[in-house]
């Protein structure tokens, strides 16, 4: 089953939120549409705080959630290295949960 968000990348706008290519670009992620599927159970992105975005500072899509926003996880369990963060010290995604900040 999945979920249609709308697209954290583009804030729903379907244009590239960046104008790399041009001004009239659309969005890399939801390919101009404004939404996004995403397999239940979901979770809110913690490796980019669900923006969608790279924390790293890089003007591409989150590595984690591919710009959703949110992400596939069936487990509740907090990761053990991490905590919950999503991130390793630095500053990459955790190896372990692989920036979702959950085990499985």
Known sequence: MTKIFKCAYCIGT??????????????????????????????SCVFCSGTGKNP???????????GKGNNYNESNNICNLCKGTGKGKDGLPCLLCKGIGLNK
Do not use: N
């Not at 790293?56 to 591919?66: D, K, Q």
């Open 14 to 43: 379907g244009q590239d939120p960046f104008d790399l290519l041009s001004a009239i670009s659309g969005c890399q992620v939801c390919k101009g549409t404004g939404q996004v599927k995403v397999k239940e159970p979901s979770i």
């Open 56 to 66: 790293l500072g890089a003007r591409v899509p989150c590595i984690v959630c591919h």
